[in-house]
């Protein structure tokens, strides 16, 4: 058997520590990306904080949904404007910006992208000519009959034998934390 060093963080008091640590075994083949973030929290930070697991899970969930999506050729960055168009069209860029969560030089060029690929058209509206709105094609609206069950089975996927009441228990937990940043940011604490 080989040995091999991990090196990973940890929290010693107020101070991240690097630890290194010498092991006489050969690690496990790691198979995929998802499963090296697996070991890495199992091994190396099992107490890190829980905003970089929350960032990995979606990651996670980002990996498999982009996967399917590209066997329909849909890019994933397309996913969210498009997510957020399905619930409404006729969006400004800037409120599309907005919705999506993405700054606007980000949606001009995938709003120009998925114009190029049939599934939006922008419009001006009402004789001001400034203001370009985006609307979903024929085309557009009829991805989401194809696209929205790939989503719902990379959340059963990741869900798996998870009880629903654990399930619906993390839904409530995430939404307060939301809430509570939101709080955060509405009272102006910046610290």
């Not at 993390?170 to 939301?178: A, D, H, K, Q, S």
């Given at each position: 058997m080989s040995g091999y060093f991990s090196f990973?963080?940890?929290?010693?008091?107020?101070?991240?520590?690097?630890?290194?640590?010498?092991?006489?075994?050969t690690p496990p083949v790691v198979r995929n990306e998802t499963e090296l973030i697996l070991r890495h929290w199992q091994d190396a930070v099992p107490d890190d904080?829980?905003?970089?697991?929350?960032?990995?899970?979606?990651?996670?969930?980002?990996?498999?949904?982009?996967?399917?999506?590209?066997?329909?050729?849909?890019?994933?960055g397309h996913w969210t404007f498009l997510r957020v168009l399905w619930n409404g069209d006729g969006l400004t860029q800037r409120?599309?910006?907005?919705?999506?969560?993405?700054?606007e030089a980000t949606t001009t060029a995938v709003v120009r992208q998925?114009?190029?690929?049939?599934?939006?058209v922008r419009r001006h509206v009402g004789g001001n000519r400034r203001?370009?709105?985006?609307?979903?094609?024929?085309?557009?609206?009829?991805?989401?009959?194809?696209?929205?069950?790939?989503?719902?089975?990379?959340?059963?996927?990741a869900i798996g034998a998870i009880d629903e009441i654990k399930v619906t228990s993390?839904?409530?937990?995430?939404?307060?934390?939301?809430e509570n940043l939101a709080a955060s940011e509405n009272s102006g604490d910046n610290v």
């Open positions: 990973g963080n940890f929290r010693r008091g107020n101070h991240n520590v690097a630890s290194v640590q010498r092991t006489d075994v904080r829980l905003a970089h697991l929350i960032r990995d899970v979606a990651r996670a969930l980002e990996r498999r949904l982009q996967s399917r999506l590209a066997a329909h050729d849909i890019p994933f409120e599309l910006s907005r919705e999506a969560g993405v700054k998925m114009e190029q690929d049939g599934h939006v203001r370009q709105y985006v609307f979903l094609t024929t085309s557009g609206k009829a991805l989401e009959q194809h696209l929205i069950p790939l989503a719902i089975d990379v959340n059963k996927i993390m839904r409530e937990t995430l939404l307060t934390m939301i």
